[in-house]
């Protein structure tokens, strides 16, 4: 390159080069091929995919030994690839089922706050992983990513999938979800093009039809329509650190999450709580599925629950259960999402709001009594 450079150019090839401090084996030693761990490039590049090598070098520290071998590189692609690969996946398989497509303007009156809030973070992400690139810090830019994608999964996407899909009935909130998340998907395969080249070209050019990814501008995001729901990302953190000390106690008191309970009480020295939205409180009411959540103001922190199990909760605790059972068996019969199926189970709630909310959500046109737990297709006999 120094040669090159100099009889073609004549100037120095690179202004600035990042390098490890050693590459080593995933077992911590030397790569040697009579040690059995030494891994050829053009073999590795074929088992392990060049995204996810690249993702391995650009999350090290630089200042470190990087280790490297097949078993990082499946916790680096179950960590951060899959979880995007699946958003993804998501959303292209709900919006053909609805027939979804881009075009039109995002409408803040149709959003929900947990959109404000994903649009706020991807605003917050362009702008730290731009200053990260700016001062070549490729672990703080790739770390700040994946960080993002574990949001959007685990608590964006977790929490709005019932907006989607023939049988979600309010249509402005599927029209902002899938709004939405294009836009997320759109800018994210932006950001990650200098990283990952090739899924996020994938994505890129399925979702916009424009030749690649690599064709296009670096992203430059400014919600100026959100001004006013600045705090919303702080409140969110604050909210999610609560709903993880409230899962925590019930953990603690061997109640499982699909339990519901009348009530979660939370003593906090910060008055933070008297701020949040009504809206953040419903979200974290559903997470932590507890009919009411409530805050108090205490000199320590503590969380108490109301565990009194009323025949009504133990009920839809059983009805959760049950569709559960319903939906895991669609998945082993390999059960699209719009073929509607019949069910038979010796239990069925009493509560008839409780059997059309497990009617509505596994897709099933009728649920019948019956001795012994099976699905089946409705053009069966």
């Known amino acids: 390159m120094i040669a090159m450079s100099t009889v073609l150019e004549d100037e120095e090839p690179t202004k600035t080069i990042m ?21 050829e490039f053009n073999e590795g590049a074929e088992k392990m995919g060049v995204d996810v090598m690249r993702w391995i070098y650009v999350r090290q520290n630089i200042s470190e030994n990087l280790l490297f071998g097949y078993k990082l590189a499946d916790e680096t692609r179950r960590r951060f690839h899959l979880k995007l690969w699946n958003v993804y996946n998501f959303f292209v398989t709900y919006a ?63 929490r709005s999938r019932d907006r989607v899909g023939p049988l ?48 296009s501008e670096w992203p430059h995001l400014d919600f100026g329509f959100l001004e006013g729901e600045k705090n919303l990302v702080e409140d969110m953190v604050y909210l999610r650190d609560i709903v993880e000390k409230v899962h925590a106690k019930r953990k603690e008191l061997g109640i499982p999450v699909r339990q519901p309970l009348i009530e979660a ?27 009411r959540l409530t805050f108090k103001f205490a000199k320590e922190e503590s969380v108490e629950m109301n565990t009194k199990i009323t025949p009504e909760l133990e009920e839809e605790a059983k009805a959760r259960e049950l569709l559960r059972q319903i939906q895991e068996e669609r998945k082993k019969m390999n059960i699209s999402f719009t073929q509607p199926s019949i069910v038979y189970s010796p239990w069925l709630p009493k509560n008839k709001q409780l059997l059309q909310m497990i009617m509505k959500k596994s897709s099933s046109s009728k649920i019948l009594k019956d001795e012994s737990f099976r699905v089946e297709t409705v053009n069966e006999k």
């Not at 899938?178 to 996020?200: D, H, K, N, W």
């Not at 906090?268 to 009919?291: C, G, H, M, Q, Y």
């Open 168 to 215: 979600a009935e309010n249509k402005l909130s599927k029209e902002a979800f899938y709004q939405t998340l294009y836009l997320v998907l759109e800018v994210l395969s932006r950001l990650l093009a200098p990283f990952t080249p090739f899924i996020s070209d994938k994505i890129y050019c399925n979702l916009t039809k424009k030749e690649s990814v690599h064709l």
């Open 19 to 39: 390098g490890f401090a050693t590459l080593l084996a995933e077992d911590g030693r030397p790569m040697h091929k009579s040690w059995g761990n030494f891994i």
């Open 265 to 291: 009480i939370v003593m906090s020295p910060d008055k933070r709580f008297e701020k949040v939205s009504v809206d953040l409180f419903k979200i974290a009411e559903d997470e932590l599925n507890v009919k």
């Open 96 to 158: 053909n089922i609805d027939n979804w497509r881009p075009g039109g303007k995002i409408e803040k009156a149709n959003l929900l706050v947990l959109d404000k809030w994903i649009l706020l973070r991807l605003e917050e992400l362009v702008r730290e992983v731009t200053e990260s690139l700016d001062r070549y810090d490729a672990a703080m830019a790739s770390g700040l990513i994946e960080a993002f994608v574990d949001d959007l999964s685990n608590w964006y996407l977790r």
